[in-house]
């Protein structure tokens, strides 16, 4: 059997995790003291031909001054020092300077004394999990309270059960050292925190958010532990999500009636970022929902519901769902941009910069007519879009900016306008438009 060196506290870290149910040994010595590196040689020769059992216990040496933090946890003052520890860390056995044919007799006396206690607290811990796991319809072991997260894991998790709308209890295994320790053992999980749903394990935060993603989680959830009241359930979910759509039914499944791909379809196309609820996993949900909305899908924006798919169609066809829709949340292209700003806007010049700040002369020239006719008009800075700039050459045949649009038609550039302005036509082509005071 061999004795391997702690050449760092993360060493022992590992050391300790690794080896749980065994006793662990440390023979602290010091480089710099002879006599603890001819014990620590005494001691490795011993162990060559000692029958100590290497499943059941290990050694390890550890330079008290190389690694600090280990010796100061054992309050090592004198080197040679052997404490008798195990994966909880604390000491079980002291023995400085003691004889080492002496020693590894005591421990293998020691050996079954540790291994029956062991067993003991392994029958104790197994029942105490095994509790909390069937008692708990949705529990999470975390580091922490679900108020004070210690860790970014945690608070990620937390997370997302607040999304999930679900009742549920936390075991913070940072206050119960036993429990941290003997889970793992139980489970074969290493890291925390870890999520188990009617007495099932689902793993950690990857895991958890992967399970989510294919909805297995949505359908675990027993009735018992959702928030039944459905109106205050979607007043919390519309809260939440600036656009939302309810389905019935995942967004990607190919299996999805034609209405509601439909509208999916049509808000992609209208340029509005939005989140998928499935409301198949509630049927609290999903009948409160059908009862008062009727058919789905059901779209909420800034948590006022829209309509579903006739409705949508409708204000799509009449321009009036994106202005339903807060400006975060657009994702127009080019095109869809330019379509929108030309029906929607009674005047718009498309100029380089912005009125107070023009870029080119001769965007500067056009904002003084407008500003002459006190004209209520909007604009558009082009040189902060390309995108926008390309498809407005492609429309208008016409590669320079400033460009004027009334009512969706282009009046011109530059030179057209200052025509149309000298002429005094630019008053009649702009008489329904309204002025500012």
């Not at 067993?119 to 580091?143: D, G, H, S």
């Not at 949508?312 to 339903?324: R, T």
Request: glycine share 4%; hydrophobic share 35%; aromatic share 10%.
């Amino acid at each position: 059997m061999n004795i391997i060196a702690l050449e760092e506290n993360r060493d022992y870290n590992r050391m300790c995790m690794n080896n749980f149910g065994k006793i662990i040994v440390i023979i602290f010595h010091a480089a710099w003291h002879q006599h603890s590196n001819e014990y620590l040689e005494n001691f490795q020769t011993l162990l060559e031909i000692s029958e100590l059992n290497g499943e059941k216990i290990m050694f390890a040496q550890c330079d008290a001054d190389k690694v600090p933090q280990v010796s100061t946890n054992y309050n090592i003052t004198n080197v040679p020092t052997v404490i008798v520890t195990d994966a909880q860390k604390g000491e079980l056995k002291r023995f400085e300077n003691e004889n080492p044919a002496q020693i590894l007799e005591s421990l293998e006396e020691f050996i079954p004394e540790y291994q029956k206690k062991f067993e003991q607290k392994r029958v104790e811990m197994y029942k105490k999990i095994e509790k909390l796991i069937t008692e708990n319809p949705v529990l999470i072991f975390i580091k922490g309270t679900a108020q004070a997260p210690e860790c970014k894991f945690t608070r990620q998790f937390l997370e997302i059960m607040k999304d999930l709308d679900c009742k549920f209890t936390y075991y913070d295994i940072i206050a119960d050292n036993d429990m941290r320790h003997w889970l793992r053992h139980y489970n074969k999980w290493p890291t925390y925190p870890q999520l188990y749903i009617s007495g099932e394990l689902i793993g950690g935060l990857d895991k958890a958010k992967q399970r989510i993603e294919e909805g297995y989680i949505q359908e675990k959830i027993p009735q018992s532990a959702r928030i039944h009241d459905p109106e205050q359930r979607l007043k919390k979910i519309v809260s939440e999500n600036k656009v939302i759509l309810f389905t019935k039914g995942i967004a990607s499944d190919i299996n999805l009636d034609q209405n509601q791909k439909d509208v999916i379809q049509l808000l992609k196309n209208e340029g509005i970022k939005f989140r998928c609820f499935d409301c198949s996993s509630d049927q609290l949900l999903l009948e409160h929902l059908q009862k008062q909305n009727g058919e789905f899908p059901h779209l909420y924006s800034q948590q006022k519901y829209i309509g579903s798919k006739q409705k949508l169609s409708d204000l799509a066809k009449q321009s009036q769902l994106l202005p339903l829709i807060p400006g975060s949340e657009w994702q127009l292209n080019g095109e869809q941009k330019l379509k929108y700003l030309l029906k929607n806007c009674d005047i718009i010049v498309f100029i380089n910069g912005i009125p107070k700040d023009c870029q080119n002369e001769e965007s500067k020239q056009m904002i003084e007519i407008l500003e002459k006719h006190k004209l209520l008009y909007e604009f558009y800075n082009v040189s902060a879009d390309e995108e926008v700039f390309q498809n407005l050459k492609n429309i208008s045949n016409y590669d320079k900016v400033p460009q004027l649009y009334v009512k969706g038609q282009l009046i011109g550039g530059i030179e057209a306008v200052q025509k149309l302005n000298q002429d005094g036509d630019l008053e009649e082509l702009t008489k329904d438009i309204p002025k500012r005071n």
